[in-house]
């Protein structure tokens, strides 16, 4: 399957909704959805409290990391309205370069912030779930900064369980913050 889209297994796009998530569809990002990608990921860098990057990214910057995504183990899934925009994104990425850690995937997910509260992260934790056996996953791990209680909030949702907790690895603006490990077996 190629990163541009072109060719898709049978039932790559779904249209969801049962999460208050009406005329939304999630499919595979492609290319093109890079720089809606990087506007999104950029409204968390803002916030302080989604991701522990500070400085925004351009597409440049993150072409790299959209191409070692590769669809059949490594996808990264674009929910948009019907309208076309993309309103978030999940990217399924490894957790670690060990073979025998190959079943693990760490998952990352990002919605437009004027999105929030209509089902949009739901969806597509949902979907990125659903497709674990297609890629050959077994095991999702999320990282979560401890002042994101939504974020935690949509992993025990789907039962995703507090693996672990490191204290104060996370500084900004001159406070410390600590990061959280949820995991589940998928």
């Known amino acids: 399957m190629s990163r541009d889209g072109s060719t898709r297994k049978p039932g790559a796009d779904t249209q969801v909704?049962?999460?208050?998530?009406?005329?939304?569809?999630?499919?595979?990002?492609?290319?093109?959805?890079?720089?809606?990608?990087?506007?999104?990921?950029?409204?968390?860098?803002?916030?302080?409290?989604?991701?522990?990057?500070?400085?925004?990214?351009t597409v440049e910057t993150r072409r790299v990391w959209f191409v070692s995504h590769i669809p059949d183990v490594y996808p990264i899934y674009a929910c948009e309205d019907e309208n076309g925009l993309v309103t978030g994104y999940l990217a399924?990425?490894?957790?670690?370069?060990?073979?025998?850690?190959?079943?693990?995937?760490?998952?990352?997910?990002?919605?437009?912030?004027?999105?929030?509260?209509?089902?949009?992260?739901?969806?597509?934790m949902e979907y990125a779930l659903q497709d674990a056996s297609r890629i050959g996953k077994k095991v999702f791990l999320a990282f979560v900064l401890e002042m994101n209680t939504s974020s935690a909030g949509l992993l025990k949702k789907f039962e995703f369980k507090r693996w672990g907790y490191l204290p104060n690895v996370a500084e900004f603006d001159g406070k410390l913050c600590g990061h959280f490990l949820f995991g589940r077996n998928v």
């Open 92 to 124: 399924v990425s490894p957790y670690r370069p060990r073979p025998a850690l190959a079943r693990t995937a760490e998952v990352s997910y990002y919605v437009d912030y004027t999105q929030h509260g209509r089902g949009i992260g739901s969806a597509l």
């Open 17 to 57: 909704g049962p999460y208050n998530c009406p005329m939304h569809t999630i499919r595979l990002a492609t290319l093109s959805d890079l720089a809606r990608l990087v506007e999104i990921y950029n409204q968390a860098i803002a916030s302080h409290t989604a991701t522990a990057d500070i400085l925004p990214f």
